[in-house]
């Protein structure tokens, strides 16, 4: 289907005398804005003014950017020279220690952050170079509310290891965080989990004295008297 697109062009207002003329018996010519035209109706320069014989199928109007019409192609609205939406931006993009934009905002307790990036796509169970997850991050740090946002993400790792075999449970348990501690528990947690070295979260807590994890741990539905047996390998002189 052949369509046109006119330009801007001047309608002589009832004058049909030869250009050239008696300038005073010439009325000014009215600007009409641009029209997009349906096929077979093709403008006349010097029709007299009045209904057009064409049928306009959209006034243009004044035209401030390039029209991408005569292709078939649509315009689209044009961003703003130098802004990135987040869904333009990669989300799992890495800096050179493998650390992701959702690791960062884990560490810090960002947690707005936090869900907007899973909301987009930021990838829960990425890796840095020492195999830490932005759960193992959070979860050093004792970020509860970020903790739980990230358990609540689809196909969360909870026994994701590090490269030192340490998972989310173990490195929350070394660093003390008692609130982490049970709510990875809470959510299925294995408190037989060990890392490279056998030592099980009940062990590390025990070797740094952390009494509340140990209760804790010897409360959670899978402690068992083997696992008490394992507060021994790790004397600890209680505070």
């Known amino acids: 289907m052949k369509r046109s697109l006119s330009t801007a062009f001047y309608h002589p207002n009832n004058n049909t005398e030869i250009p050239g003329g008696d300038a005073k018996k010439d009325p000014a010519p009215k600007r009409v804005a641009p029209t997009m035209l349906v096929r077979d109706s093709t403008p006349d320069p010097i029709a007299a003014a009045g209904i057009s014989p064409a049928t306009p199928i959209q006034a243009l109007g004044p035209i401030s950017q390039p029209l991408l019409l005569s292709m078939g192609q649509a315009s689209e609205p044009q961003q703003a020279p ?24 884990a560490q810090d307790g960002d947690l707005p952050v ?8 930021a990838a829960t169970n990425a890796i840095d ?18 903790v739980q946002a990230l358990l609540n ?21 070394d660093n003390g ?25 009940l062990i590390w807590a025990a070797e740094k004295c952390h009494l509340p994890i140990v209760e804790t741990l010897l409360s959670a539905p899978r402690s068992t008297s083997m696992q008490k047996e394992a507060t021994k390998k790790r004397p600890c002189t209680w505070q």
């Open 153 to 173: 993400a689809p196909r969360i790792d909870i026994h994701a290891k590090a490269l030192n075999g340490a998972t989310a449970l173990i490195v929350a348990t």
């Open 129 to 146: 170079h020492k195999g830490q997850t932005p759960l193992m991050y959070a979860a050093t740090q004792g970020h509860l509310t970020t």
């Open 82 to 105: 130098g802004s990135t939406s987040i869904q333009d931006a990669d989300v799992n993009l890495a800096d050179k220690n493998g650390q992701t934009r959702l690791m960062l905002a």
């Open 177 to 201: 965080k008692d609130d982490v501690v049970q709510a990875l528990i809470d959510h299925g947690a294995d408190v037989y989990i060990t890392e490279y070295e056998d030592r099980t979260p």
């Open 114 to 121: 936090v869900q907007i990036l899973l909301s987009n796509g």
